[in-house]
């Protein structure tokens, strides 16, 4: 052959790698509103930056006839590529391929990559499409699995690692997704599912659709499986580099930072009367939130799930920080194991990651009841000061409202490690409200008299001065100010440097 036959056979090999399944799956791939593993990662990565690894691989699988039907690149389509310029790592299931199910070759291009993520300190983001582990290939697929899973939790608070679902999704498909950082789903194309409906109908008589067991609106509302939807590819793929534009490449860099053109000193005169004057009265956390960020631009996290609480990525002064903040507009803002279960997540990803945590705290306690009391709440509400003490990235927290009994402490309060305490002057911190103190304190006395006991308890602790009279509190702070305060405390808190005991690990009540 001359060289140039050599590099013509080179293109057409190329050619049919690059077709995947082939047209026919490619068509039916597209009739069903979604894209090929290729244009996902091209729709994803600043624009040519997509370098392709191990695009010749084959499958060894010879059961079921399928040394017969081996296709080039096993259903895989992976490598690497910039975002906004910086490196990731990224891999795409291809389902016209045997439904992008995982065979033990494909396992390998996958963990090749995330090998190299990890040695290289990128993060790594996977499309998922993929009907789990390829049943013809039996304990080689599974084997496949069980080494991705290994890479996924070795890479855990080393570099950010990112899945999208867009597709269905099912057994270990959604398993890889579970260990990463983010899940991210499409509305109304993208399922989960550890078994499908076909088994569960089998096996519990239940009959339900995809979308019922395990579309997006179930796994971002009620499982709190997935972290972000979008409504549809593309915009699930920019939210996937939005996301990226907060986060360090890893554990030893700091986040990106961006200049601001919002000036740090910039007053929130609304912020002035949000705040209802009845304390009953709810009010949206989000709007003090927006109304105190760079730009007003909060990227919130599980929007949908456990929504008395709000957590989320924002800049300050050109500074990526998490936010954690109660809802009182949702249930009053109070912790239940859901709300406990979302923050703790949240706070232990800022502290790998070394981002700056403020928390916005108005919150009436823990939610009473048998409901909570069964499922757990005394685990789950203990995760909550558990992340918030073990986390050492600068933590400022502001008081907006109440701050009562087991939820003041734990929402990073002084004593629980907090780094600055602010608070506004109609703060409230106290054991309980005014009404069920007077009626545990006073319980047998007569109306009038229980009027005039918690009026006496609402002068003593309806206000932040006794917190204040003990150092609890560092400053007490007028809300149109929140901006300049939270930016003051986060340049003060800038070097900090704070390390845990030695330990191999604690042990979070999970
Ligand atoms: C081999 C598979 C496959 C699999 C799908 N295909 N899943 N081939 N192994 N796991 C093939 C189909 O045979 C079909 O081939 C093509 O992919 C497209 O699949 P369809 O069923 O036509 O597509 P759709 O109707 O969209 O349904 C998608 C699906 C369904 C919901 C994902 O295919 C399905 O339920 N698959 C099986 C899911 C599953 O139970 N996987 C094993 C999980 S156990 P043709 O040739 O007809 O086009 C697991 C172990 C690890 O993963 C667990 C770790 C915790």
Do not use: W
């Amino acid at each position: 052959m001359t060289q140039e036959e050599i590099y013509l056979a080179f293109e057409a090999h190329n050619r049919v790698a690059e077709q995947g399944g082939g047209e026919k799956a490619i068509n039916k791939q597209k009739k069903s509103g979604k894209n090929t593993a290729r244009e996902r990662i091209n729709m994803l990565l600043d624009e040519e930056s997509f370098v392709e690894l191990d695009k010749f691989v084959l499958h060894d699988c010879n059961n079921y006839n399928m040394q017969e039907k081996r296709i080039t690149g096993d259903g895989i389509v992976g490598g690497y590529g910039r975002i906004d310029g910086r490196l990731v790592y990224v891999y795409a299931y291809d389902f016209t391929v045997y439904g992008g199910s995982l065979s033990r070759s494909n396992a390998n291009k996958i963990v090749k990559l995330q090998k190299l993520a990890l040695k290289n300190g990128a993060p790594i983001i996977a499309l998922n499409d993929s009907g789990g582990a390829r049943i013809q290939e039996g304990v080689m697929a599974l084997s496949g699995y069980s080494d991705i899973f290994y890479q996924n939790i070795k890479a855990s608070g080393v570099i950010p690692q990112i899945s999208a679902i867009l597709g269905p999704c099912a057994g270990g498909a959604c398993y890889s997704p579970a260990l990463t950082d983010f899940i991210f789903m499409v509305k109304e194309s993208s399922y989960m599912f550890v078994t499908g409906p076909d088994v569960v109908k089998a096996v519990t008589q239940e009959e339900l659709t995809q979308e019922e067991l395990g579309g997006s609106t179930t796994h971002a509302s009620k499982s709190g499986v997935a972290h972000f939807v979008g409504r549809n590819e593309e915009e699930t793929l920019m939210m996937i580099r939005e996301l990226l534009s907060f986060l360090p490449s890893n554990n030893m860099e700091d986040p990106p930072r961006t200049a601001s053109g919002d000036s740090p000193n910039r007053t929130c005169e609304k912020l002035q009367t949000l705040i209802p004057d009845d304390p009953n009265l709810p009010y949206d956390i989000k709007e003090l939130i927006e109304e105190v960020v760079d730009e007003h631009y909060f990227f919130e996290v599980m929007q949908q799930f456990a929504q008395n609480i709000v957590v989320g990525f924002a800049r300050m002064n050109g500074r990526p920080v998490g936010i954690v903040a109660n809802q009182p507009a949702y249930l009053a803002g109070v912790l239940d194991i859901d709300a406990s279960d979302k923050a703790a997540r949240f706070i232990r990803f800022c502290d790998c990651f070394d981002i700056p945590i403020i928390t916005l705290e108005d919150v009436p306690g823990f939610l009473p009841g048998r409901d909570q009391e069964h499922n757990g709440i005394i685990r789950h509400g203990a995760k909550i000061i558990f992340a918030y003490v073990e986390a050492t990235v600068p933590k400022i927290t502001l008081i907006t409202r109440k701050a009562y009994g087991g939820a003041y402490i734990v929402m990073s309060s002084k004593e629980s490690g907090s780094d600055v305490n602010l608070a506004y002057p109609g703060a409230e911190i106290a054991v309980m409200g005014a009404a069920g103190a007077v009626n545990i304190l006073h319980r047998s006395l007569g109306e009038e008299e229980k009027k005039k006991a918690t009026d006496d308890y609402i002068k003593l602790f309806s206000n932040p001065y006794r917190a204040a009279e003990k150092g609890y509190i560092d400053e007490i702070i007028l809300p149109k100010d929140t901006r300049r305060k939270l930016i003051q405390a986060l340049e003060m808190t800038e070097n900090k440097t704070e390390t845990n005991p030695p330990k191999k690990h604690g042990n979070i009540p999970l």
